[in-house]
């Protein structure tokens, strides 16, 4: 496959001829032979995985590809995450990416998405798989497929999240290809469960997976306990200002109580709950509560106040965070029906008896 990129015509040549019967045949046919039961594997599988491959219908692609994806989240190339097996133009070697759609259909016309748009989507894209992809450093994030003539391999190289650089004459094996392919198989699956869920909730259910031995140690969080600690302290220091702002006297109470801040003015007392995320917020965005915040709210419901703080920038570098949109619900009264667990407590007793 590699040994026939330089060669690349948009004519139908011998040499493209082979080339397509290669990607369209060879390729897919290496891949359906696999990817159902890598699914399966997974923890979360996928469940309808596809695969194609084109190198162009008429006139040749200078890029072809194949990739594997699910059909309902990703029904074109032009849409959603995939995983893609992409061919640098001049046959220096091929790539399995994490990637995403970076084109899309116009006058009849494939055209590249602008390339400030994909760079934007796949660095957060990054961000919320930051904990997976730190497992495999031979990960690279930017790939270079040399292309001539094709306007659409600067925007594969600008929708890559991550993926495996195999360099011509340093192709592994199948044993070592099929394990990268299982792999971000996973993180695909695992992208797919968190996009445009608040890190936050992802946390929590992770920490509440290892608590259950359903995950390993380590695995919980997305964020350090610096980061998260900088995202909470920004969401309560806007808070605090806001009420400040209102004329009362604000103490910080989340260190000894099971709210954040505790706010009066003349008689009146508060019990605030903040919470902070560098997401935007959204009709379906969740925040996490522990059982004694649901207990308290449920006591003094006519007094809660919670203060969502959304779209806090944070730097990694330095564990800092600023900005943020301040948000209250004001009285604040817990739904019930919009309360999920993400974890139970069960009392076996004596369900179970000890064996001979």
């Known amino acids: 496959m590699l040994q026939l990129q330089p060669v690349w015509s948009q004519e139908n040549t011998v040499e493209m001829q082979e080339r397509g019967k290669l990607v369209r045949d060879g390729i897919t046919r290496w891949l359906r032979a696999r990817v159902e039961r890598l699914d399966a594997e997974l923890p979360e599988p996928i469940g309808d995985l596809r695969v194609e491959a084109r190198d162009g219908t008429g006139r040749k692609s200078e890029i072809p590809w194949a990739r594997v994806y699910s059909h309902s989240r990703s029904p074109s190339a032009t849409k959603g995450w995939y995983l893609v097996y992409l061919f640098n133009a001049q046959g220096d070697g091929a ?3 994490l990637g995403k759609g970076a084109t899309r259909w116009e006058n009849d016309e494939l055209h590249p998405l602008p390339h400030d748009e994909l760079r934007r989507s796949t660095a957060a894209a990054r961000e919320r798989l930051r904990d997976l992809l730190d497992l495999r450093p031979d990960l690279v994030t930017e790939i270079s497929l040399d292309a ?4 659409l391999g600067p925007a594969y190289e600008a929708g890559t999240v991550a993926g495996f650089h195999y360099p ?3 192709v592994p094996d199948e044993d070592v290809l099929e394990r990268d392919l299982g792999f971000l198989l996973g993180v695909l699956a695992e992208l797919h469960h968190r996009d445009g869920r608040a890190p936050e909730v992802v946390e929590a259910e992770r920490a509440a997976e290892v608590v259950a031995g359903r995950r390993r140690a380590g695995q919980g969080f997305l964020r350090s306990a610096a980061e998260r600690k900088a995202v909470e302290g920004r969401a309560v220091l ?3 200002e806001h009420l400040e702002g209102l004329g009362y006297e604000v103490e910080d109470v989340g260190a000894v109580r099971s709210y954040d801040l505790d706010a009066r003015r003349g008689d009146e007392r508060l019990f605030v709950e903040v919470k902070g995320t560098t997401q935007d917020w959204g009709a379906d965005s969740r925040i996490v509560l522990t059982r004694n915040e649901v207990e308290l709210n449920r006591r003094e419901h006519r007094d809660s106040v919670l203060v969502v703080v959304s779209g806090i920038s944070l730097d990694r570098a330095t ?10 619900a004001r009285p604040w009264r817990i739904d019930e029906e919009r309360l999920t667990p993400v974890s139970y407590q069960y009392v076996v007793g004596g369900d179970v008896v000890p064996v001979d």
Do not use: D, F, K, M
Request: glycine share 14%.
């Open 95 to 97: 790539y399995l990416n």
């Open 148 to 151: 001539r003539r094709s306007q």
């Open 168 to 170: 011509i004459g340093e």
């Open 238 to 240: 806007l808070a605090a």
């Open 319 to 328: 564990c800092t965070a600023s900005g943020g949109e301040v948000r209250v």
